[in-house]
């Protein structure tokens, strides 16, 4: 086989997304495109001011999270595999190696971690990202130090991840194989099989101009979406080959269409349903409690199964509408939501109600 030296980085990009097709069950081919210049873009983390997480997600197990996982383990820079990571060796191991974090379970080791998920959300920005906290001296005396949290970090995981997680993340959604779809197996020298490929994605990167490239911002998609893709445009652009037209086309799969047909997040769908509920009144406020109790009681929703099927309670209520600026207001009967604040709020955060 030619060396990769001898091939035009377009066709080394090439290889790479063709071999993680040849192993993945994807929702759409142009997900492998992204996979691999999202592993391109490891290499130079220096250049970046945001660089997205590459979030994995499956809807069962058994989809090929763990696989990804290793395809991508072989093709970035400086991986480090991990199954539960604390948020104290997080930032530690970063100070240490700025590896690219390969985190597996993420649906048991970050979706109750308050701490690490906070670590996580502060890495997307380079400026931000660093986390500060006091050390014990050799006289025993404390002093602050500062981490930093910049690295690159695939997480794979079961179900959807908390919504400031994904906003920062190029999110990849798996299919479960069917019977009559085959895929080639890893073989268990896959990592070391590619060490030559890892040598001339360093070199290439270290060698050629990122800072001096031009591309088209995408028309469609949020701010954020189009920050989190600059350095996969970036390499795209300096790759040539059609490489530009394949990340635009990854980009409308995963920012555009795919965005459109997810499910919506909890806080819209929150507010969507006391919309609803105030559309059949007309009064200038509305209980705490009564609010509470109707959305529970509508049919076609889950509040009722929130809390171990207790339902949703006034304090849950209470903090995601004070995470919009929506307070209670105390009369001498009960906590009340005012309706015109309600409804500022639907103006601001939801699309027209054409069914009123």
């Not at 809807?59 to 604390?86: H, Q, S």
């Not at 959604?173 to 060490?195: G, I």
Request: proline share 3%; aromatic share 8%.
């Amino acid at each position: 086989m030619s060396s990769y030296q001898d091939m035009p980085f377009s066709v080394v990009l090439t290889k790479m997304a063709d071999d993680i097709r040849s192993h993945m069950i994807l929702e759409h081919s142009s997900h492998a495109d992204a996979a691999a210049l999202w592993a391109v873009a490891t290499y130079r983390m220096d250049l970046w001011s945001i660089f997205p997480k590459f979030l994995i997600s499956s809807p069962e197990k058994e989809c090929g999270k763990t696989t990804f996982l290793e395809l991508l383990e072989a093709i970035v820079l400086e991986p480090v595999m991990a199954a539960n990571v604390t948020a104290s060796s997080f930032f530690r191991l970063i100070e240490e190696m700025q590896p690219t974090f390969l985190i597996d379970e993420a649906d048991l080791s970050i979706k109750n971690n308050n701490q690490l998920l906070s670590l996580l959300n502060a890495s997307h920005r380079k400026r931000g990202a660093f986390k500060i906290n006091s050390e014990v001296t050799a006289k025993g005396n404390w002093t602050p130090k500062q981490w930093s949290l910049w690295t690159p970090q695939v997480i794979a995981g079961i179900g959807q991840q908390e919504d400031t997680l994904m906003s920062r993340s190029i999110c990849i959604n798996l299919r479960r194989k069917m019977h009559n779809e085959t895929v080639a197996s890893v073989a268990l020298d896959y990592y070391e099989s590619l060490e030559e490929l890892r040598n001339h994605l360093e070199n290439w990167t270290s060698q050629i101009n990122l800072t001096d490239h031009t591309w088209e911002v995408p028309s469609q998609g949020s701010d954020r979406s189009k920050d989190n893709w600059k350095p996969l445009f970036v390499v795209a652009a300096k790759a040539g080959g059609g490489w530009i037209d394949k990340a635009h086309a990854a980009y409308e799969q995963l920012e555009v269409k795919s965005k459109a047909s997810k499910s919506i997040s909890i806080g819209t769908e929150l507010l969507i349903d006391i919309r609803r509920i105030l559309s059949r009144k007309n009064a200038a406020q509305i209980k705490a409690s009564e609010l509470k109790n109707e959305l529970i009681l509508l049919e076609d929703c889950e509040w009722n199964s929130f809390n171990s099927f207790k339902g949703i309670t006034q304090k849950w209520l209470s903090n995601k509408l004070k995470g919009y600026g929506v307070e209670t207001e105390k009369t001498r009967d009960a906590n009340v939501y005012r309706t015109n604040e309600l409804e500022e709020l639907f103006k601001r955060y939801l699309p027209p109600d054409t069914d009123s």
